[in-house]
């Protein structure tokens, strides 16, 4: 699906998660792209310093036309890798992690995270994967030489790999990805490896074995 204009033209995105999830890259990558594309873009953010693990959420319009009013009430599509940003806001599609979609929406479930780790070895491309399936979502046709500028310059080639594998993502493949349960746990499991101490490597190999405490204890 594509997502539909807001009635001013522009399209409203939000990218709802947790402080250290990667909304800033997430947010600041596709708003350099779309800038870099011609696009008037406005990018705001709404987070809590205060608290470790608190809302982190950016807000970004788009459109042809210059944007008087930057404030999303009705997003076109709601990225959400958490659940700390504002309950009030409605969308018109959401895509999300596992276990984060709400009663009633109109909404897909990708486990981003063990897709990082799976295909390109650390759980941090998952974010250039889901800004690919944000951007599919939203329309965007865009080329390499649009794309690599806004990129982060660390792992620059694996995260444009990144986010045209999830760029790709069909609905028939997301359906048949990887079942929820299981990638529910290989997400907590991962994450409580690199927790432990672990590196990314042996946290991918624990995570996808059945569970051995004396393994685990590292």
Known sequence: MSAARAGDGATSIVIDGIGGQGVRVIGNTMALLLDHMGYEVTLLYDYDSSVRGGMSVAFLKYGRQPIDNPVVEVADVTLRLGDRGPGHLESRYVVSDIDLVKPGEDAE?????????????????????????????????????????????????????????????????????????????????????????????????????????????G
């Open 109 to 217: 479930e990708i486990p981003f995270l063990e897709l990082g780790v799976r295909e390109f070895g650390r759980d941090l491309f998952g974010n250039m994967i889901a800004l690919g399936r944000l951007l599919r979502l939203a329309g965007v046709e865009f080329n390499d030489e649009d794309l690599a500028p806004a990129l982060p310059r660390r792992y620059q080639a694996e995260n444009m790999a990144a986010v045209r594998y999830g760029y790709a993502l069909t609905d028939e493949q997301i359906r048949h990805i990887v079942p929820e349960q299981a990638a529910a746990e290989f997400a907590e499991d991962y994450a409580e490896a690199i927790a432990a101490g672990h590196p990314p490597k042996e946290a991918i190999e624990l995570a996808g074995t059945p569970r051995d405490d004396a393994a685990w204890a």
